[in-house]
């Protein structure tokens, strides 16, 4: 086993040699999250001898999965060559189903997203024909990546839960999934790869801790507004989920009681007041009653409003537009500070499409923590807005698959 676990020390390896697919895991998650490092470097935070990793070095060297990336700027002596990990060497199918439609696309192991298709079938408004869409839009995935197919690890799904990951199954969820169950597997058999599949906000949690603002911290809360309103609580590096697996409803908790009824049947649902299809509906109205010219042209002309047009809006200075985002940086804050109350975290992370408002809301939301985080005197967790906007999911769903590459379960080294 590693020398102490991933809680108390992050980066500590073992030399005995019936580890070897750890250690290897255990070099190239550090590069991954905090290099490019030399061999030199990897020796002293691992602790694993200068052989064992001149060895494990020259191994994924040989497997394409590290790439030599230059010198050390080091003011004295010889300077080391610095190492990352080859981004190419694999590829990953990401698919993300939200309550419009679906994504699919080619990613690599950063994981960047080469190639994709979007589309509007939703599982919702005709299932079958929706699936059918997903398996021709697969194959053009799979078409694009011809002089690849070998290379392909395997298929990441994300969706906006609740998830049976294990069966790779959507649950029931009154305003997503017609039926009352879904095994994707079936419908994805055939290509015979790996499918690991996350609720859309843990598997947005888990990419900020590969790619993002959370890559060296062990204990988040992930707060992602979008289509619907969620988060991803990461415990000691990992993804805490429940007993159920259906954990970080965040969205579902009242924030007031005389509220309107949510679909979930409780009232006052932290959703129906902050979620982009919600605030939306805000803006509708205030096109009824006349309050907004901007807003009422941009309905008039496009047939409805989107978020982009309140964030245009409010560069333009539309006052209506201000005020409505205003509000929604009430509610991110409020949702914030219930997530930091409960979880003590070290870092807390707005994601989704909201994040694309940072700068209309973080002020509302810097003030709301100000005046209602329980231990505000000497509680400041690192409050972070994520950079991905709405393809967050999507690379999410990269995410999981590289994650259970990185841990050596997949047999690529």
Known sequence: MLKGKFLSNLWVGDNLSDVKVKNRSLV???LKKKGPLSRIDLARITGLTQPTITNIVNDLLSANLLQEVGISDTKAGRKPILLSVNDQAFYII???FSRRGFSIALCDLGPNILFRCD?????LENTDIALLELQK?????LEYATQSLRLILGIGISVPGPVDAESCTILAHPTFLKHRSLDLRFYLREYDLPIFMMHDADAACLHETWSGEARETQNMVYFMVGEGVGAGILIDGKIYRGHHRQGGEIGHTSVNLFGP????GNYGCLESYCSIPN???KAQEVVWFGESSYLRDISSRQGGIEFHHLLEGARMGDNTSLQILNQLGQYVGVGMVNLINLYDPEMAVIGGEVALAQEFIAGTVNQVLE???????YVNPQLRYSKWGRDVTLLGAASIVLDHFIAGELGKF
């Open 28 to 30: 190239l998650r550090l």
């Open 94 to 96: 990401a698919i993300n």
């Open 119 to 123: 589309s509007s079938y939703s599982l």
């Open 137 to 141: 839009e697969f194959i053009h995935i």
């Open 261 to 264: 009824r949510c679909v979930c």
């Open 279 to 281: 605030v939306l509906k």
């Open 371 to 377: 005046e209602r985080l329980l231990y505000r005197e």
